[in-house]
């Protein structure tokens, strides 16, 4: 199989505020050949995610910065077209930190096999990917959600959203959402099926939580920080568990972080506030994995895609999330 | 046994800031005489407490608020002078909820009783009492420090501070203090054996903790919020337990208590901060007491305590514990 042209984005400057386009630099280049024991793999979808903010930050973080001049780092979904490793013959569908680029070199220790036959590509970047895998270690095992607690999501209608949510109602428990407009929260309740959802943008969303949560918050599921953490930990019952998986309001924002002034509640309710980062969970993603595919065969899980058209439109897939105006998980498409 | 006055302190008026002399009335009267299944104690050692800020505010908190016109709630330890409980005979020494008075009328269900012919007395309200039962559970169960470990202490020469410094030198870790000025950081140094005690009145609290611990903070035991809590944020290191005891710097600006901005170090370092109430734990007491008595025993754990003559004086021994002028257990001595 011949590769025509291969493109890329690379960073071009570290971004001071929102990344724009003087951030990124789009290059073409013939696609490379694999070496021995290599893949050439062609991406067709791009995972385009808030922890990128952090990635091109100068300061590192929980993995180290992207480097100006290099292919911007993201997860990718694509299948191999040239081969140098007998166990990852031509045609197998991989994913990996594959960057935002058309064509990728990687080893069998880079990827990871998927079955393209029995859920379609795009969801191991999804349901069966990371915003999926953060949402159920996040639920069930940081924030160790029981049947019939309450557990209010933030960031409801977005990636990892979406599927706190489901897996809530699916474990049984009362699902209060906060997304920012109507036809967000329009998703989550009807779409989705939470119990309630709270519109940031148009709702006193503390006196809302008090009047969704009478018995109190038990698992707050956060991924925008700020406010609304603030307002939760107002409302939270004893023994709340309130799980950091992201602080969206803030990424533009690290130098002058907005730490939630009421954590003092977390004394009187003996209630706990955790970090998590998905990767520290790898070892257990079969069995999270196993599970959410056979919800979806049941049909009592699925995901929703905010889907960008060619890699040359990824640095507007990046403002669009940060813009708040996605519903479901943001990915690019490569054409 | 005749008594000839009792003397008590009662909340006169809730205080906006800090507490001062109008907050508090004195009254005298005739001591109580028991009824059926009432014994009536003379208190000897009255606790002073940093919970006394919240106890007297207007909004209920883990407990309801002290009403205007009521006897000042305090931990009480004190002899029984007269008795209508066959169980609680004349001279059984007691601890409870026996208020800022010299007499209380108390029943069987409202007093511990304690062996003072083994610990005196006064050890009862500190190493052996609520200070040293929130060290034990709050470091051991709540924070879960193991040998070896990096455990950073703010007000360490306080009631609290003291015995969590010297549990967690006994448990084999590394131990850093941190108090306000050279003698207190001098107590917790050389009196009480902490591997280093930061001045953050003196010293730039964040460098010195850099320096202190080079490979991170793992468990935080916060005594007193703010600043300090927030530099400690920004030095955990991975998996860190930070335990919320108190936030002594924040109780008299409680409508706008200072957040800590570094919280989403808890995201990159997989880090939990978690609020605790010593009274949850208070089914394990004896398992504790019986640990504190042993190290007491070994002259491997004491208590510092400071006292202040006079019910009359408890207004400003608790001026002097809010200021920070105290090395130890601030305790009111009944004359």
């Known amino acids: 199989m011949r590769e025509e042209a291969s493109t890329q984005v690379r960073l071009a400057a570290r971004p001071t505020g929102t990344p724009d386009a003087r951030t990124w630099q789009l290059t073409q280049a013939s696609p490379p050949t694999p070496g021995e024991g290599q893949v050439l793999v062609r991406n067709e979808y791009?995972?385009?995610?808030?922890?990128?903010?952090?990635?091109?930050?100068?300061?590192?973080?929980?993995t180290s910065p992207?480097?100006?001049g290099d292919v911007m780092r993201a997860r990718?979904?694509?299948?191999?077209?040239?081969?140098?490793?007998?166990?990852?013959?031509?045609?197998?569908?991989?994913?990996?930190?594959?960057?935002?680029?058309?064509?990728?070199?990687?080893r069998r220790d880079q990827v990871r096999v998927v079955d393209a036959s029995a859920?379609?590509?795009?969801?191991?970047?999804?349901?069966?990917?990371?915003?999926g895998m953060t949402a159920y270690f996040g639920l069930l095992e940081v924030g160790g959600c029981r049947p019939g607690e309450t557990v209010v999501v933030s960031a409801a209608a977005g990636a990892v959203g979406q599927m706190v949510v489901q897996i809530a109602l699916i474990m049984g428990c009362r699902v209060i959402g906060i997304a920012g407009g109507a036809s967000k929260c329009d998703f989550v309740q009807r779409r989705l099926g939470a119990t309630a959802c709270i519109d940031y943008k148009a709702d006193n969303v503390a006196a809302q939580m008090r009047a969704a949560c009478p018995y109190g918050i038990d698992v707050y599921f956060d991924n925008v920080g700020g406010d609304i953490l603030n307002d939760?930990?107002?409302q939270?019952?004893?023994?709340?568990?309130?799980?950091?998986c992201g602080a969206v309001?803030?990424?533009?924002?690290?130098?002058?972080?907005?730490?939630?002034?009421?954590?003092?509640?977390?004394?009187?309710?003996?209630?706990?506030?955790?970090?998590?980062?998905?990767?520290?969970?790898?070892?257990?993603?079969?069995?999270?994995?196993?599970?959410?595919?056979?919800?979806?065969?049941?049909?009592?899980?699925?995901?929703?895609?905010?889907?960008?058209?060619?890699?040359?439109?990824?640095?507007?897939?990046?403002?669009?999330?940060?813009?708040?105006?996605?519903?479901?998980?943001v990915i690019v498409r490569v054409r």
């Open 46 to 62: 791009i995972s385009v995610d808030p922890a990128m903010r952090g990635w091109i930050g100068a300061t590192p973080t929980y």
């Open 249 to 329: 309001s803030q990424y533009d924002n690290l130098g002058a972080v907005q730490g939630p002034g009421n954590y003092l509640n977390l004394l009187m309710q003996r209630a706990s506030l955790r970090g998590m980062l998905v990767g520290d969970f790898e070892a257990k993603f079969p069995v999270a994995i196993a599970a959410m595919s056979r919800w979806m065969a049941q049909s009592r899980l699925d995901c929703q895609h905010h889907c960008v058209d060619g890699i040359e439109n990824f640095p507007d897939a990046l403002q669009q999330l940060f813009a708040g105006r996605n519903v479901g998980k």
């Open 232 to 234: 939760a930990l107002a």
């Open 76 to 106: 990718a979904a694509g299948r191999v077209v040239a081969s140098r490793d007998p166990s990852l013959p031509e045609g197998t569908s991989v994913v990996g930190f594959l960057g935002v680029q058309s064509h990728a070199l990687a």
């Open 236 to 244: 939270i019952g004893l023994g709340a568990r309130i799980v950091v």
């Open 119 to 131: 859920v379609p590509l795009i969801y191991q970047l999804s349901a069966l990917g990371a915003p």
């Open 66 to 68: 992207v480097e100006v």
